[in-house]
Structure formats: C-alpha cells, structure tokens
C-alpha cells in the first residue's frame, strides 16, 4: 500500500473518530536500517527543465550528497505546471528516504494559493529536510529596451500599458508573480508570455521577442557578463556581493518591493526519520562547505542549511506571505 495513500486514510480515520486498522500503521524501520542507510541509488525531483538555476542548484547538491554517501544521486527532471507535476510525482512516490524533491517557492508558496483543486499539499504531503538557499531574482531586460533603471522601466510601462512583453518561465511561477507584484507596488501593466521552463522563455528574451524578465541570477548573470542582456535591478532586500553595481528595485524606486526564489529539499511525507536527519546534516554541511559557499555567492544566492524544523515553519510562512499578495492583486485561483 502507497504510504502517503496510508497517512491520509489514517488521518481521516482519526478525524472521524474511528479505530485505525494496524495494517494502516506506518512501517516499522530498524536501527539495522538506519546505519546502512543509503544502500542505493536517491532520485531527486527536480520540478523543471534542465539548465535553469532550479536544476543547476539541484546537481551541486546532488553531486557533493553522491561523494558523502558512495551513492548515486539521480537527477529527475519533471517539468509542468510552474512545479506542480513534479510535486505530485515527489508527494505519491514511496516514503522510504530514496526519493527527494527540490521544493521552491512555485511548488511550495504559491501553488496552493493559486489553484482551486491542488494535485498536492505542500504541507500535508511532505516532510521537510533543509532549505539550501535563497535568491532574489535579477531583473533584466532586452539592449534594445530603452530602460537602464526601474525608475524608466517604470515610465516607459506606464507611457504604453501592456506594450511591454514579459517572459517567464510559468503562469504561476516565481518569474510570474515577481512582475504581478511590481505591476501592482508600481502601477503599471506588463503583458506576461509564460514559456514552458527557463531555457525558452531566455532565448526569445535574447532574440528580443521580449523585453522584460525577472528571473533566477544564477542563469540570467552569464548573459549579462555576455552583454547579451541588461541587469537593472535585484528584487533582495540588499545588493548581491557577485554584482555589487546592480541596486535592488527598492533602492531604485519602488519603496516596499521585496521578493526572490528559493531551493530547499523535501521528501514525501512519513519518511524514515533516519533519513530526514542524514538527509538534512548533509546539506547543511554542504552549505556551509567553502567551495559551495563561494559557489552560490559567485551566482548571487544566499546560502542557508536550515534544519528540518525551521524549514517546515518557512513553508507555513511563505504560503500566508503569498496568500495574501495574490489576494491584494486580485488574481483569481484556476
């Protein structure tokens, strides 16, 4: 029987007061099991395309966990639904500590603000390991967009609502609702063009078909270096030590604007406690690690190692901090 099936009949049960059957009572795991821990190969769902910040942060991680553990870590990428197909496959897969999920702020904030009937519940259905990092998107736009600061940004959407196209990589996604809320704190009106993951919605910006993006740095920094695009802001609450020029849109003119992405990693709920916490000491000492460290500052991402605990509490947080911004924007749940 499917664990996370189990937990939930359970729960009901308890909810309606009934007795719960003991074939319903969650598998007994060994301290044998414990210590051999991992014995094979761990898939890590990544809920996006390959070649975006999700998937980059994903394989660092993934690759100094398979040097600690002499095991495969297998990277999965499954795309769709600004994260929310991957969540799905992450929170029905089999809580036995081999299945790992990148949760971000897609598939664990906004989500289940933003759909009547989730696949999935970012709380219920998954038991939290760490929060890796967290990053304030880069706000980048075409050379050929008369716009070098927020501030003409700002006049230039204003002067021609919706004459403006905006790329992002999912209705829905960080990318998405990061210019909803600027749209909404500044007063204008961009034309968002959803793309299907992070690497279409970066070549049609670079071919010019749009001109606007909010997006991860960690893909977006290159092509600024390249002079391929133009960086104009950074959505923190503090400039990034790797571009150091580069104001956040709060400096810059739009007072209260503070938003970003994150990474951090889940697995379905009811999980050996044994492998939350191998789980959860590793990638904190990966974060922590200078060469990562360095790594992730070099790509402007702030790294954090947080515990179980304090990351199932910034979950709760981040779904009521982005309840109500989509609320304030009137954007309706589908």
């Not at 308890?14 to 761990?42: N, Q, R, T, W």
């Not at 980059?56 to 495969?72: C, E, H, K, S, Y």
């Not at 050929?144 to 501030?151: M, R, T």
């Not at 133009?230 to 709060?250: E, L």
């Amino acid at each position: 029987m499917n664990q996370t099936f189990r937990i939930r009949v359970t729960r009901t049960l308890l909810a309606c007061g009934m007795a719960v059957p003991f074939l319903l009572s969650a598998p007994v795991h060994s301290a044998e099991d414990g210590a051999k821990y991992p014995s094979k190969a761990i898939r890590f769902i990544v809920p996006f395309p390959p070649g975006g910040g999700n998937d980059t942060i994903a394989r660092l991680v993934g690759q100094q966990m398979a040097a600690t553990f002499g095991q495969q870590v297998t990277i999965d990428n499954r795309p769709g639904a600004a994260g929310a197909l991957g969540a799905q496959l992450a929170a029905t897969s089999p809580a036995d500590g081999y299945t790992i999920f990148l949760a971000g702020v897609g598939s664990h904030g906004l989500n289940p603000n933003l759909t009547k009937k989730p696949l999935y519940d970012p709380v219920r259905d998954f038991d939290a390991i760490s929060l890796i990092a967290s990053a304030p998107l880069l706000v980048v736009v075409h050379p050929s967009l008369p716009a070098k600061s927020v501030k003409d940004l700002i006049a230039l959407a204003k002067a021609k609502p919706d004459a403006i196209n905006y790329a992002s990589n999912g209705t829905g996604g960080s990318s998405h609702m990061a210019v909803e809320l600027f749209d909404m704190l500044a007063g204008t009106k961009m034309t968002h063009i959803p793309y299907k993951g992070l690497a279409p919605a970066l070549t049609e910006l670079m071919s010019g078909e749009v001109q606007v993006m909010f997006s991860s740095a960690v893909a977006m920094l290159p092509q600024v270096r390249a002079g391929r695009l133009r960086a104009i802001a950074m959505t923190g609450s503090k400039r990034s030590a790797a571009i150091p020029d580069v104001p956040t849109v709060a400096e810059a003119g739009l007072k209260g604007y503070e938003t970003g992405s994150w990474y951090g990693v889940a697995a379905p709920a009811g999980t050996p406690k044994y492998a939350i916490d191998k789980l959860g000491t590793e990638i904190i000492r990966i974060t922590k690690s200078p060469q990562v460290t360095n790594k992730l500052v070099e790509e402007a991402v702030i790294p954090v190692g947080s515990t179980p605990g304090e990351f199932s509490a910034y979950i709760k947080s981040e779904i009521a901090r982005w309840g109500k911004v989509i609320k304030q924007a009137k954007i309706q749940p589908t």
